[in-house]
């Protein structure tokens, strides 16, 4: 029998196309976590005592905490560091595209059609692929924080879209 | 084709989970065909057309039912023609599932005691809600 802890956790982020690649691991990862709930409607009727439910939806969402780091003084990382989740929702005006005092709301590559970007969260089980749910997802909440005596990191939320794309748990 | 009070697939022998039961109901029970005049001197005078009750309003409402048998009042209210014929709501052994719930005289609800039939009083109104699951509220008024 094999328990996994934090040690085996990884998170794979891949921006910058469609195809079926886990894409990059992101390297200062604290946690992360995922959760499904399913939505259900009555389906009660007349006579019935008790509730009776039919599912008619689901919603995957999940959170992470990613380290906010430099790996070289002023060069800001842009492939594994929570700035990676930050920059998809932390923008500047970009009146270059044509937007009044607004920015891009896509999270993913330029190049890239789709506006979601895609995550791989991996239990490291010692098999080349390991065990793990790939989704395309947006960021709906992100948030950085510094205090005294804590190492700066980003807590970042996220919404399924649709399905996950593979699950292998 | 008698009004939809069984599952889309069913056959007998039903049992209850086979009904088509709605999950709310309204019953206004009508009246007899009273005419009212009011004198010059304001008292009230009536006159009795008739003697049976009519005019019952039966609204039935089944909320979250599959597409498939949401589909079964639409194709009913094409088999009888819209609101021009009549119909029974009907029971299968002896349970009537339109009345489900009621613990009361069933003939109480009914339109059939008073030699009244249902029939549409507008289209049945379907709307979806969910993949595959839909809300149907029809309206059926009892006439002579």
Known sequence: MALFTGASGKLFLNDTTENDVAGTEIAKVQNWSLSTSVSLVSTKTLGQTDDVFTPVGRSTTGSCRILYYQELPGLTSTTNSASTFLNKVFKQRDSAAGIVNGASLDQNNTDVPSKTFRLRLLIDDGTTDGKYIDMRVFITSASLSMSVGEVAAADIQFQCQGAPVKVEI | MTFPITKAGRTAPFNPRDYLVP??????????????????????????????????????????????????????????????????????????????????????????????????????????????????????????
């Not at chain 2, 019952?56 to 014929?85: C, P, W």
């Open chain 2, 23 to 144: 999950s709310a109901r309204t019953f206004e029970s009508g009246n007899y065909p009273v005419k009212t005049y009011k004198a010059e001197n304001g008292a009230e005078h009536r006159i009795l057309y008739g003697s049976k009750r009519t005019n019952m309003r039966l609204s039935l409402t089944y909320t979250n039912i599959a597409d498939i048998d949401a589909e079964l009042f639409l194709d009913h209210y094409d088999t009888v023609q819209g609101t021009f014929k009549t119909f029974d709501v009907g029971s299968v052994n002896g349970v009537s599932p339109t009345r489900g719930g009621w613990e009361g005289n069933k003939d109480a609800l009914g339109a059939q005691t008073h030699g009244n039939n249902y029939r549409y009083e507008g289209p049945p109104q379907v709307q979806q809600l969910a993949l595959g699951r839909s809300t149907v509220t029809v309206n059926l008024i009892g006439v002579l």
